[in-house]
């Protein structure tokens, strides 16, 4: 999932963002529709009955949190989008809390607080003062939303109980997600900024489509099926740690010391989130 700051950084230099964001789901659903046409074809009614909570979730995960995060980024610095993405598992917790009685243990708390604490230092650079210089922008109200949302969307993939298996759900999240996208996507063309449908293009759209998309997408199903919804949230610090890795191969930032200790940090927090009441 991590490898979604790739697309963030390099492929909005290629592609407008919410276009990204369109062509990235709607290839997704290409992708997989051949392999569950036949099933989703004989499930129709189902299709009927869960219409409106698939529409949601592809609303949230695939709209909100697929063009978002690349409209924050036009205004605003990677800095602060880290710094506001981190909120995201702390209102999958609270929501999770307060509307379906998930329990809040003293352990999690403490991992909750350890992964903020991680990725603080990170983002900081070990220097408490740079969080004076930080100024915030309307790129910083996009990045919230697509935390809120991403919250939004892990909670209620969990808690809405589906007659689908996991990539035939998947499939049609995808699709709803593009629809969700499709009138934004038209205006962007229109009013904003063309695509142009060159090999930059169909480069990005295919590396997100299938790493941050379908890999990284079935694999969070998969761990929230195992782990439940706030404890899955917490791999979005060990995404930070991730996003630092990316920027030090592929982009030539320097790894410091405060990686290490916020490196840490953030996988003592999420082991000691995983640990059970004794």
């Known amino acids: 999932m991590a490898s979604n700051l790739i697309v963030a950084r390099g492929g909005v230099e290629f592609v407008p963002p919410i276009s990204l964001a369109f062509w990235r789901w709607t290839l997704v659903f290409l992708i997989l529709l051949p392999f569950t046409y036949l099933s989703l074809k004989n499930k129709l009614q189902i299709i009927r009955t869960e219409f409106k909570k698939l529409f949601f979730l592809g609303s949230m995960g695939c709209g909100v949190c697929g063009a978002f995060p690349f409209l924050a980024g036009k205004t605003t610095t990677v800095i602060n989008m880290g710094i506001i993405y981190t909120?995201?598992?702390?209102?999958?917790?609270?929501i999770s809390y307060f509307f379906f009685?998930?329990?809040?243990?003293?352990?999690?708390?403490?991992?909750l607080i350890a992964c903020l604490v991680g990725v603080f230092a990170i983002i900081i650079k070990g220097d408490f003062n740079f969080l004076l210089d930080l100024r915030f922008t309307i790129g910083d109200l996009w990045m919230l939303a697509a935390a809120i949302g991403w919250a939004l969307y892990s909670i209620y993939l969990f808690h809405w109980k589906s007659k689908f298996k996991i990539f035939e759900r998947f499939t049609l999240i995808a699709f709803f997600g593009a629809?969700?996208?499709?009138?934004?996507?038209?205006?962007?063309e229109i009013?904003?900024?063309?695509?142009?449908?060159?090999?930059?293009?169909?480069l990005w759209v295919i590396f997100a489509a299938v790493s941050p998309g379908i890999i990284a997408f079935s694999l969070y199903t998969l761990a929230q099926n195992k782990l439940g919804a706030s404890l899955t949230g917490f791999t979005?610090?060990?995404?930070?740690i991730y996003g630092a890795i990316y920027g030090f191969f592929l982009f030539?930032?320097?790894f410091e010391n405060y990686h290490i200790i916020g490196t840490?940090?953030?996988?003592?927090?999420?082991?000691?989130?995983?640990?059970?009441?004794?």
């Open 236 to 240: 979005l610090y060990v995404f930070t």
């Open 252 to 254: 030539d930032e320097k």
């Open 264 to 278: 840490i940090l953030v996988f003592f927090g999420v082991y000691f989130a995983r640990k059970k009441n004794i």
């Open 101 to 111: 009685s998930e329990k809040i243990n003293i352990k999690k708390i403490i991992g």
């Open 191 to 202: 009013f904003y900024e063309q695509t142009e449908f060159s090999t930059n293009f169909y």
């Open 87 to 94: 909120s995201s598992p702390v209102f999958i917790i609270l």
């Open 179 to 188: 629809l969700s996208l499709l009138p934004f996507y038209i205006v962007e």
